[in-house]
């Protein structure tokens, strides 16, 4: 089984993608690498894409042989440009 979390190196995405990643090969889907926690990048059987949500064409290739998406990402508070 293959699993696409978009959100993926966030606070949720990334334990879903831990605990997902010991029985299945993930797919962590996100803008970059979450400096919070860089050990995300060690995740065993995952694979990295950077795509951002209101990119159909980079989530197609990023969902592409996925048996399921998990949709973790959002903003949970606006900095920024973040709105």
């Not at 029985?23 to 690498?33: L, Q, T, W, Y």
């Amino acid at each position: 089984m293959r699993v696409a979390i978009t959100g993926g190196t966030g606070f949720v995405g990334r334990h879903l993608a831990r605990r997902l990643a010991a029985e299945v090969e993930v797919v962590i889907v996100s803008r970059g690498v979450d400096v919070r926690d860089p050990a995300v990048r060690q995740t065993p059987h995952a694979t990295f894409v950077a795509a951002t949500v209101d990119d159909a064409d980079a989530l197609a290739r990023a969902f592409a042989g996925c048996d399921a998406v998990a949709h973790c990402a959002g903003i949970n508070r606006e900095i920024g440009a973040q709105t």
